[in-house]
């Protein structure tokens, strides 16, 4: 087998391995916490025999390693349960809410990445310079800010001090695109000013580090205007670690959306998810944190595999 | 040696901050939770930041708030060092078998991101002050693990770690004695970064109404009581998260500072 096809594979086994280890602590995290199921549903007042029935019907009186194995396998066939609190079929509840959220972090995305580039890009370019501390001292300041925060910095200057948008982002199904665009401007905004900051960094750190190379001198030398320096040959040399660090924070998106769903009251998955840690619904919990972590882990190991990928000493082995 | 405006500014806003947490109940000029005036006035001489949906003092509110948003977070930065930097220098002193279980459960957490594991746990546990310092404390400390284990296996190797080794000490001494105290200086810039991180997690979680319950308040359950009165065009209703803000900002000069310090210090030495 080709030695890069191997390390991929080890990823994605590893990755998967991994997936496998996190449902089991989601499922023990929950089972295991003081608390019962039966009687979060019946509340306090239930009878003895009431709680004894349900935990038969939910199969609570099963050990917890057949529980696990049940859930595990009813999961990876589509079936994530019921709601406690409505008894709505999960897997239902969740798809709509999925989409709204991939609406969202892929519109947050498709602005951030290219924009951290060029941010990127023009800050090496102009190293030490006005440009670059300007876009350093912007950038620094939104990374120490928590989502929430700079949210409502957001909503107050582009709501109260520059009327352009509504407080709030809602989408319904019947919606066109545009109108859907138009409604999630502002988490967009703050989704993208969150995330960027740090794939930025990278970027021009990605490209400083590659500037010092003896070929960049070579370039100079042979009379490229900066930017040409920078397009042709710093940029084409940092993809690696500049693409590795995009995914990364695609994946930091995924936290991202469920603080600023819950500002605007998105109706998403992660306003779906907060809800239900507070109504105590563990099925839901259990179900939507799974697919969080996946998400997160997919992307992680999409990093990684993109890293190996792009790595010419692994490509081209002796 | 001369100190630099952005950490002098670092500096004295972070006491401020720490003046006003440990001084709130002689500082804040009406009680946390007493409707004090009208709804939404604004701000005046009596109240200097206005008043909240409900009437009360936001500037009194902002202060007490002050004092368990730092109080928890300095509790649960303490947690995550003290269990942090004590597995992750065993790690680094055991090595074999022992560093690897720690390392691949270390690994396991920091796979999730933090927050859905916090919110994962906090559907079964009751919510109150303890059981978020600890949620907050463990989850943070994964990271201390890391860091300290990487500064420790890197002074594991040195010289008179070997020599105390020889002389029959103890693992203990050898953490507590010979391995902390060289190790301190990277891990004193870490407790600002760490500090940090716990104040916007308990921050976003009181937000997110999973974090601290009324009748406490917090900032990040400021902002949430508060949203509504940005809709309504009141400045004052931002403070809660201009004051989680400039903490996080002025702590993270601090500890800019120290970093730089001690990297300069490692490369005084040739290190």
Redesign the interface.
């Known amino acids: 087998m080709h030695p890069i096809l191997k390390l991929v594979v080890q990823r994605i086994a590893l990755g998967l391995a991994l997936l496998l280890a996190v449902s089991l602590v989601i499922f023990l995290g929950t089972e295991a916490l003081p608390g019962d199921t039966a009687q979060a549903i019946l509340g306090q007042s239930a009878t003895p025999e009431a709680l004894a029935n349900l935990r038969e019907k939910l199969g609570l009186n099963l050990p917890a390693h057949e529980r696990y194995l049940n859930w595990l396998w009813a999961a990876l066939h589509g079936d994530l349960g019921v709601a406690l609190t409505n008894g709505v079929d999960i897997a239902q509840s969740i798809g709509q809410r999925l989409g709204n959220t991939l609406f969202l972090a892929s519109c947050a995305a498709v602005i951030s990445v290219p924009l951290a580039i060029g941010l990127g890009l023009v800050a090496a370019r102009y190293n030490g310079r006005w440009p670059d501390k300007l876009i350093s001292g912007i950038t620094l300041t939104t990374i120490s800010l928590p989502e929430f925060v700079a949210a409502y910095f957001v909503i107050y200057l582009l709501t109260q001090v520059f009327p352009l948008f509504q407080p709030v982002a809602m989408v319904f199904p019947g919606m066109g695109f545009w109108e859907k665009l138009q409604a999630v401007a502002l988490p967009v905004i703050v989704l993208v000013m969150v995330v960027l900051a740090h794939m930025m960094r990278m970027t021009r750190a990605a490209i400083l580090n590659v500037m010092q190379s003896a070929y960049i001198e070579t370039a100079e030398l042979k009379g490229l205007s900066p930017m040409q320096v920078i397009w042709r040959h710093a940029l084409p040399n940092s993809i690696a670690p500049i693409l590795s660090v995009v995914i990364l924070n695609l994946a930091y998106l995924v936290v991202g959306v469920v603080v600023v769903e819950v500002v605007f009251s998105y109706n998403a998955l992660g306003q779906y998810l907060v809800d239900h840690v507070t109504k105590r619904d563990l099925p839901v919990v259990q179900a939507v944190g799974l697919i969080f972590a996946g998400v997160y882990i997919a992307l992680n190991i999409l990093a990684d595999v993109i890293s190996i990928v792009a790595n010419p000493r692994l490509r081209h082995p002796k | 040696m001369r100190l630099p405006f952005s950490a002098m500014l670092g500096i004295f806003l972070t006491g401020a901050f720490v003046f006003m947490a440990v001084f709130a109940q002689f500082l804040a000029p009406y009680p946390i939770d007493a409707a004090v005036g009208g709804v939404w006035e604004d701000p005046s001489a009596t109240h200097w930041l206005g008043t909240d949906t409900i009437g009360r003092d936001i500037f009194s509110r902002l202060i007490y708030g002050g004092q368990i948003t730092i109080f928890v977070a300095l509790a649960s930065s303490l947690l995550a060092f003290s269990t942090g930097a004590f597995f992750g220098f065993m790690a680094a002193v055991k090595g074999g078998w022992v560093d690897q279980v720690m390392s691949r459960i270390v690994?396991?957490?920091m796979?999730?991101?933090?927050?859905?594991?916090a919110?994962?746990?906090?559907?079964?546990?009751p919510l109150n002050l303890t059981v978020l310092i600890f949620v907050i404390g463990l989850l943070d400390s994964t990271r201390v693990f890391r860091l300290s284990r990487a500064v420790a296996m890197d002074i594991a190797v040195m010289d008179y770690v070997e020599a105390a080794k020889l002389r029959g000490e103890k693992q203990t001494w050898i953490i507590f004695r010979e391995i902390l105290p060289n190790a301190l200086s990277p891990l004193v810039a870490e407790f600002g970064l760490r500090f940090?991180f716990a104040v916007?997690f308990i921050?976003?979680l009181s937000?997110?109404?999973?974090g601290i319950q009324p009748p406490l308040a917090d900032w990040?359950g400021m902002?949430k009581e508060n949203?509504d009165g940005?809709?309504y065009?009141k400045?004052a209703?931002?403070m809660p998260?201009l004051a989680?803000?400039s903490l996080?900002?002025s702590v993270?000069l601090v500890a800019d500072w120290i970093l730089s310090r001690t990297t300069s210090l490692k490369g005084g030495r040739g290190a």
């Not at chain 2, 937000?207 to 999973?210: E, I, P, R, S």
């Open positions: 690994d396991l957490v796979a999730i991101p933090s927050l859905i594991v919110l994962v746990i906090l559907s079964v546990l940090i916007l921050s976003t937000f997110l109404g999973l990040g902002v949203k940005l809709i065009g400045a209703a931002l998260a989680i803000a996080a900002i993270n």
